[in-house]
């Protein structure tokens, strides 16, 4: 298994007592497996999500990648994590502002220590970027951005990708153009996928689906 | 890992220019403030230590002919082969084409102190001085004597006027005096079990020395000046302050990036810090030379020049020490590390999922902003606190350290309420969306605001602190110095001709009388006075009762010095008993700036009563023609030319001298306000961008780019105009902790405080032009905001 | 202040080439050099040389009071000319100056004083003998019948010597070369008085009696460049011999030392570089700075193996161009006192 969640929970607080986001979740995904997360606002899609990505911490449970518990680790494993072995794909794209499209898509690569010229070129080809590879993100248009921002997660060689509305911020034919790359691009590096979406045909394209209501896998 | 990260961070300076100038000129301009600061506070010590000299000659007791003016060098041999430590000196009159140049002669081995010549430590060598002969002279008396001497001539701008230094033996060559001397200096300190003169020579007076009682005047200065250095540290801390939390404000986004994306925490913070120091160290450099040069182009007499920066001694520029460049560096790189430390903490302790969005440069919500009052209001409690029951001079650094630092942090609420008291007049639709988005714009430029309120008080104190400083200083020289010439008689025999003499050719003649005696218990020093003109024009009083030399000269009343009523427990009114069986009405008392000694004045007459056998030997003597009185006074009464002291001339280069810091303060003025100028600039130039959406609507219902631009600037000259009038309390309280609270605690006594509103008001137009020039370009750029920028604000919200 | 500046450039006249301890390592344009086998003529030797740069007329006493309170003495008139000759008058290139010093166990006490020769003010004559400045004279007869006196602010000194041997003389018959290079000096001594007198004291005169060494130096280059100070040893011992030894620092820890044994009946024997050491054994902080004051002291061709200790490590010279000079107690092989100065510590 590349991904295993089991029975987690988590609590925040709110103004008028704690608020239960997530009441036991349990899912797992197999390697060169495909998921989507879907839900209504607030079922806590995405805060499963950032708990797995390792960007927040559990109530209780287990969330185990490639075999390592990482509710176990410390924030700095965490982030070793994320750097090598999980990519994370935002709704709001999180580009870097100041570097040009071809230094934000090699930059995790880089940070993992992997960066591969001949890949990243590819990669760029493959998503229409490489004209626009010495222009900063705010040149871009919103497709365009989350391009990048896919490309800077897959140069990477990621085990696992998680996506957060990838599609979110774009319109209806960008997104389906977006979609389609980032499917063809995930199956061809060999990791495994889960998609927060709200959007049932975005769902459908996944290979597994998972519903959650009100913090539970309906 | 840390390489592209590092990357990373630093390209966003790369794309942003403007915000990375803003940091390193930030920086470099507080660095610069403080090390101008310094530099400026080295020059006017100096030209203080150069006026007190001028003053000091006054320093050493003296030996004198009892008749005639010169004396048998023997002698002088004779007294030093007994023990005397005495050092000669001849002076003397040479003709030149143009005109009489006075020659004085030292002997620079047994000179005490301050006496020799002061471009000699650098100008000549003393081979030259004893062997060859160098004459020390002021420019003007140098060109005058280019072709009456054949000796070289060094020019010395720290000479007294009209006179021209050299070895006492050059000077018997020059005068044709041979074996002679003038007078003898005595030196403080004499050896144990030495005969007394008259054994020796019984020809030769001892004159004491006489206390100036400047040097205690200048030390009370120079400590205020130190006062003004650390301010303006403090001024400087806040801009730096500003800098660092707006560069931190505005990368927040990237830093979240990084985190996501798996950069440690730990490893992000390093590097910050490691980038910050690097900016600190770069900015701190560019900061201390232009502290030198801005010192340099703004003082006077002074030559900035390339080997000043590493320190060399060359005659005549301004050096710029180790001192400088590590204090400089130091307030870079820890004011750095302040501002920062604050906003690396947020980082810290930042949620890896908040928002992103940066914030305004905020630092006061209309919460913050109450709680940073409360704090304020505490602050002020504690320097209240202290005014009332603290002692100490540490305590008096609290005092201010609270007062400042309490008004900054009270300064949110002031201008919050203030706005909320403009919105409540306001008639028009659009005065009141102005005064609304005013109050929304305090947070955004409360640090800049900050930094102006610091730096037009630091400069209403200055102002205060040093234009009072001046008027003590002028009015004690008046007081002391008022009669162009002092002239000692030979003997009391000769005093009633002398005084005949003075009488015809003088307009006022004033006899000194006293004697030493205790008054209330405190050793004192008891004057006969013949009341005139000068003491009534001349004589300034801490307190007075209506009338004072009338009721003085008819013998009705006394006038002691501040000391001696302060330690007496007296005040005018009082009586006091100034010899036994005497006691007169205290009708004014008069400052003395820290003299151990008591002192009180009666008339003439009075006096004379009470000691029949004192005589007269000194008088001072007012003329209008005192180098003519001089010469009648050498050549028909016989004086020596030790015997006559020319206080006008003494007083004058004083004055001049002393008018150096009047620059002094002009340049701090130009500096700090410049400085805070920036920082307004720089935080209107932040707060620009994020200003589009706030002002789209009003733009959408109808107001022009024009007229949103005019509103912009007028809305910092507002917020300028409130804080400065908030300074000028804030500067004379700082004068005034210093004058009466910190000078007491140094040295016992208080210096007066003046007030000049005209210089205020003056202050406070450069105050508001300062920030106006500062507003009117990012108004310009928002009047000039194309409207597709505005109309993106409606297509969507980012 | 300003006098100090102006001293320190009398003291080195030569100001770019200046090296070493009081630029005594400077060249002599113009001045007379040292030659061996010069032939002393007396009383005239005893008198000032104004063909030489520097020279001096250096007196210290070891005395004790009637309770048996160690005291030391120095009374020294220094003659530093700036030309080689002398003038009339104030023009005299001749300057003079003097250290007086009275030191106890607790208390260190100096006075300076500084003149022009040329008017009368300082100078020293041979027949009668006197040497003085200001106040301050050491005047006899003869070198051989001395009377001493001296004031600073708060001690004074008046003491009569009479000399009981013949003088002595240091290196060649007078000629003591100072480093391998050959700078030399010409360095004679009376080691040999007995001394009474009173010391006034801050608490009152004190009657005093004891032994006195006179140095008689001159040269124009007596230190080469490469030589930053000295470490100079006047010891008499209990058994009546006295030993006269100095330690020219050169760089990277080298030395030039020399030695003279001066036997009890004043037959002398020389030694040149290496036959006498010294070693400093415990450092002390003083004006600011670290200086020996205790020393293994070696002859080993006499069996000398001494310790050096000085009575009041705190004898700092604080005059215009400061040393540290003062009364030392000799243990070890030999019993003995005497007196230590140390140049050139910066």
């Known amino acids: 298994m590349m991904l295993t969640v089991q029975d987690v929970t988590k609590t925040f607080a709110g103004g008028e007592g704690d608020l239960p986001v997530l009441r036991g979740v349990s899912l797992s995904l197999d390697r060169n497996e495909t998921l989507a997360l879907t839900g209504e606002s607030g079922s806590g899609k995405s805060t499963l999500l950032h708990l797995i990505g390792g960007l927040d911490t559990v109530g209780s449970g287990a969330i185990e990648i490639d075999g390592h518990d990482i509710t176990k680790m410390t924030d700095s494993d965490r982030a070793a994590l994320r750097r090598t072995d999980v990519g994370v794909i935002f709704q709001q794209f999180n580009l870097i502002p100041s570097l040009t499209v071809a230094a934000n898509m090699a930059f995790q690569a880089r940070l993992a220590g992997r960066y591969d010229a001949d890949q990243a070129a590819r990669m760029s080809d493959a998503l229409g970027l490489t004209p626009h590879l010495d222009k900063y993100p705010e040149a871009l248009s919103g497709g365009q951005q989350q391009r990048v921002a896919i490309g800077r997660t897959l140069v990477a060689r990621p085990k696992l990708v998680l996506a957060d509305e990838p599609t979110g911020n774009l319109d209806e034919a960008t997104a389906r153009q977006v979609l389609d790359q980032m499917l063809d691009l995930v199956t061809e590096t060999g990791a495994a996928l889960l998609m927060v979406t709200h959007s049932q045909s975005v769902a459908r394209r996944m290979k597994r689906q998972v519903h959650l209501s009100q913090g539970r896998v309906a | ?798 | 202040m300003i006098v100090r500046i102006l001293l320190l450039m009398v003291v080195l006249p030569c100001q770019a080439a200046a090296q070493g301890f009081a630029g005594l390592g400077s060249d002599a344009e113009g001045f007379a050099v040292p030659q061996p086998d010069y032939a002393f003529d007396f009383p005239q030797d005893h008198g000032p040389h104004p063909d030489f740069r520097i020279e001096w007329w250096y007196l210290t006493a070891n005395l004790n009071g009637p309770d048996g309170t160690a005291y030391g003495v120095q009374w020294t008139l220094f003659r530093s000319a700036l030309a080689p000759e002398t003038r009339e008058g104030w023009s005299d290139p001749q300057i003079w100056f003097a250290h007086a010093a009275l030191t106890t166990s607790r208390r260190h006490m100096v006075a300076e004083r500084i003149a022009r020769g040329g008017i009368g003010q300082a100078g020293v004559t041979v027949d009668p003998f006197e040497a003085w400045i200001d106040d301050w004279r050491m005047a006899g007869p003869g070198l051989d019948d001395l009377s001493v006196t001296a004031t600073g602010t708060e001690f004074a000194y008046d003491l009569s010597l009479q000399a009981t041997r013949p003088l002595v003389f240091h290196g060649q018959n007078g000629f003591s070369v100072k480093s391998a290079q050959g700078q030399a000096s010409y360095y004679y001594s009376q080691p040999f008085y007995d001394v009474s007198g009173t010391l006034t004291l801050p608490q009152g005169p004190v009657e005093v009696t004891g032994s006195a060494w006179l140095d008689r130096e001159w040269s124009s280059q007596p230190l080469a460049d490469t030589q930053s100070g000295w470490d100079w040893f006047s010891l008499s011992f209990d058994s009546g011999e006295k030993l006269m030894g100095f330690r020219l620092r050169e760089e990277k820890d080298a030395f030039y030392t020399s030695a003279t044994w001066i036997a009890p009946d004043g037959t002398t024997t020389a030694y040149s570089d290496g036959a006498f050491t010294a070693r400093p054994l415990n450092s002390h902080m003083v004006a600011g700075r670290q200086v020996p004051v205790d020393w293994a002291v070696k002859l080993p061709a006499k069996g000398v193996d001494v310790t050096v200790k000085a009575l009041n490590p705190d004898a700092w010279m604080s005059v215009s161009v400061p040393y540290w000079e003062g009364p030392v107690t000799v243990d070890g092989s030999h019993g003995g006192r005497g007196y230590l100065e140390m140049t050139g510590y910066e």
């Not at chain 2, 301050?114 to 030259?128: H, K, Y």
């Open chain 2, 1 to 798: 890992m840390t390489w592209t990260t590092l990357t990373a961070l630093l390209s966003h300076w790369r794309r942003n220019g403007l915000q990375f100038f803003a940091l390193i000129s930030g920086l470099a301009l507080a660095t610069a403030l403080w090390s101008g600061v310094q530099a400026i506070n080295a020059e006017a010590r100096a030209s203080y230590d150069a006026a007190a000299a001028t003053l000091g000659e006054g320093q050493f007791g003296q030996l004198l002919p009892r008749t005639g003016n010169r004396i048998d060098q023997a002698t002088y041999i004779a007294l030093r082969r007994s023990g005397w430590q005495v050092s000669p000196v001849l002076e003397g009159r040479i003709d030149t084409t143009q005109g009489r140049v006075r020659i004085v002669g030292l002997d620079p081995l047994t000179a005490p102190g301050n006496v020799a010549p002061v471009g000699m430590q650098e100008g000549t060598s003393l081979d030259d001085f004893l062997t060859r002969g160098v004459l020390f002279a002021a420019t003007d008396v140098a060109d005058q004597l280019e072709n009456a001497v054949s000796q070289r001539i060094v020019t010395d701008p720290s000479a007294a006027p009209g006179v021209a230094l050299t070895d006492i033996g050059v000077a018997q060559d020059l005068l044709d005096a041979q074996g002679t001397l003038s007078r003898l200096i005595l030196a403080p300190e004499q050896p144990m079990g030495r005969p007394d003169l008259a054994g020796i020579t019984p020809d030769l007076v001892l004159q004491p020395a006489q206390d100036a009682g400047a040097d205690r005047l200048t030390d009370s200065f120079h400590l205020n000046l130190t006062a003004f250095g650390l301010l303006s540290f403090a001024v400087g801390i806040f801009i730096v302050h500003g800098t660092i939390s707006l560069a931190f404000e505005q990368r927040r986004g990237m830093v979240r990036t990084l985190r996501a994306l798996g950069v440690p925490l730990g490893r992000l913070i390093g590097l910050m810090i490691a980038e910050l120091v690097l900016f600190a160290l770069i900015a701190g450099a560019i900061g201390v030379a232009l502290g030198y040069v801005i010192a340099a182009v703004l003082l006077p007499n002074v030559a900035a020049t390339l080997q000043g920066l590493y320190g060399a001694s060359v005659a005549g520029t301004l050096q710029l020490r180790a001192e400088w460049w590590l204090s400089g560096m130091a307030i870079a790189v820890v004011g750095t590390g302040l501002a920062a430390a604050g906003a690396l903490w947020k980082i810290a302790h930042m949620p890896l999922l908040s928002s992103a969005r940066p914030r305004a440069w905020a630092v006061a919500s209309g919460a913050t902003a109450r709680r940073l009052g409360a704090v304020a209001g505490l602050l002020f409690l504690v320097g209240v606190g202290i005014e009332i029951r603290g002692k100490g001079l540490a305590l008096g650094f609290v005092l201010l350290a609270c007062m400042l630092i309490g008004a900054a942090l009270l300064l949110p609420l002031v201008l919050r309420g203030a706005v909320t008291l403009a919105d409540r007049q306001a008639r028009s639709v659009v005065w009141q969306w102005f005064w609304a988005d005013t109050r929304q714009q305090v947070p955004g430029m409360s640090l800049a605001l900050m930094a102006l309120l610091l730096a037009t008080a630091a400069n209403v104190g200055v102002t205060t602190m040093v234009s009072s400083f001046r008027v003590t200083f002028v009015d004690f020289l008046d007081q002391r110095l008022a009669p162009e010439l002092f002239i000692s008689a030979e003997d009391a025999a000769q005093s009633p001709d002398l005084e005949a003499f003075l009488i015809d050719n003088a307009r006022e003649v004033l006899p000194l009388l006293s004697v030493e005696t205790e008054i209330a218990g405190v050793p004192s020093d008891l004057f006969g006075a013949r009341v005139g003109p000068t003491y009534r024009n001349n004589w300034v009083f801490v307190a007075e009762t209506p009338e004072v030399w009338d009721r003085v000269a008819r013998g009705e009343a006394a006038v002691v010095s501040e000391q001696l009523a302060r330690r007496a427990g007296l005040w005018t009114g009082d009586a006091v008993a100034v010899a036994p069986g005497l006691s007169l009405p205290i009708a004014a008392v008069v400052a003395d700036y820290g003299n151990p000694l008591g002192q009180a004045l009666i008339d003439e007459a009075v006096f004379s009563d009470l000691y029949p056998d004192r005589v007269p030997t000194r008088f001072g003597v007012r003329t209008d023609d005192a180098a003519g009185l001089r010469e009648k006074l050498v050549e028909r009464v016989g004086l020596s030319d030790a015997a006559i002291i020319d206080q006008a001339r003494i007083k004058a280069f004083s004055l001049e001298v002393f008018e150096r810091t009047f620059t002094v303060t002009g340049a701090l003025n130009v500096l700090t306000l410049a400085v805070a100028a920036f920082a307004i600039l720089m935080s209107l130039l932040t707060l620009a961008s994020l200003r589009v959406p706030q002002l789209a609507p009003a733009w959408a219902l109808g107001m022009t780019r024009r007229r949103l631009g005019r509103l912009e600037l007028l809305r910092a000259v507002v917020l300028a105009f409130v804080t400065t009038v908030l300074a000028i309390p804030l500067g004379l309280l700082l004068a005034w902790v210093l004058l009466s609270y910190v000078n007491v605690e140094a040295f016992g006594w208080k210096l007066p405080m003046y007030v000049f509103p005209g210089h205020y008001a003056l202050l406070t137009v450069f105050a508001l032009l300062a920030a106006a020039l500062a507003a009117l370009w990012p108004a310009l750029r928002l009047a000039r905001t194309p409207p597709s920028d505005l109309l993106k604000v409606f297509a969507n919200d980012r």
